[in-house]
């Protein structure tokens, strides 16, 4: 989608080495989110961002870390990953709540990861 | 855990005619949105309802809510194969919840 680009689309690393996911929008919408997709799952929310320097965990954050320094940038990092983090990742943003707005989340084309 | 769950699963339709999901969700919710995914892309937002409404139209889609059931649906009409997709339902006020989705096939 234009305005919002992760990188890489696909991805296959080792189990136990550390792995970036990369996630950047031109927009600068104040939130950020990172889901992770699964067959069975759907999508489940990992971790996400209200602003700069403020972030909180969603419902499936172990094993994951992030940071957002600017506004624009909110990369995944993997710390050590296992083969359960083999997934399809998508990064998400808003404008602002969602529930005050009529706007919904803006999504990247995701990032496939793949663990072996 | 899914708030919402979509119904039915997969739907296989012939072009022209309606499709129509299904979501229930769990808990009170300020309002509720439908996404579409396409095939190895992310998803994209189509409708967003609030939860003092009942129905909302937005071209060929039309989203009705009953919040006594907890239910919403989605009515596709006049499908297109361009419509082959999956189908989801999102609650929730800072972050949302999505269901697992209704995989909608469109055949020429």
């Known amino acids: 989608d234009a305005g919002i680009t992760q990188s890489p689309r696909y991805k296959i690393t080792e189990t136990g080495r550390q792995v970036t996911l990369m996630c950047h929008q031109t927009?600068?919408?104040?939130?950020m989110f990172w889901y992770r997709q699964d067959l069975g799952h759907g999508l489940r929310l990992i971790y996400y961002s209200a602003a700069a320097d403020i972030t909180d965990k969603g419902e499936v954050p172990d094993g994951y870390v992030v940071s957002r320094s600017k506004t624009e940038n909110f990369p995944l990092t993997l710390e050590s990953a296992t083969r359960s983090q083999t997934s399809v990742y998508f990064c998400?943003?808003?404008?602002?709540?969602?529930?005050?707005?009529?706007?919904?989340?803006?999504f990247g084309s995701g990032t496939r990861l793949t663990v072996v | 855990s899914q708030q919402g769950e979509e119904d039915p699963q997969a739907l296989s339709i012939q072009e022209g005619e309606n499709a129509t999901m299904n979501c229930s969700y769990k808990?009170?919710?300020?309002?509720l949105q439908w996404y579409r995914q396409n095939s190895g892309r992310g998803l994209v937002h189509l409708i967003l309802i609030r939860s003092n409404e009942r129905e909302k139209h937005s071209g060929r889609l039309r989203v009705t809510l009953d919040t006594s059931k907890k239910s919403s649906s989605l009515l596709i009409t006049a499908s297109r194969a361009a419509d082959t997709a999956s189908y989801f339902c999102a609650t929730g006020f800072q972050k949302l919840v999505f269901g697992t989705g209704t995989r909608l096939l469109v055949s020429p």
């Open positions: 998400a943003s808003s404008v602002g709540i969602v529930g005050q707005g009529t706007y919904g989340y803006t």
């Open positions: 808990t009170s919710i300020n309002n």
């Open positions: 927009w600068s919408h104040s939130y």
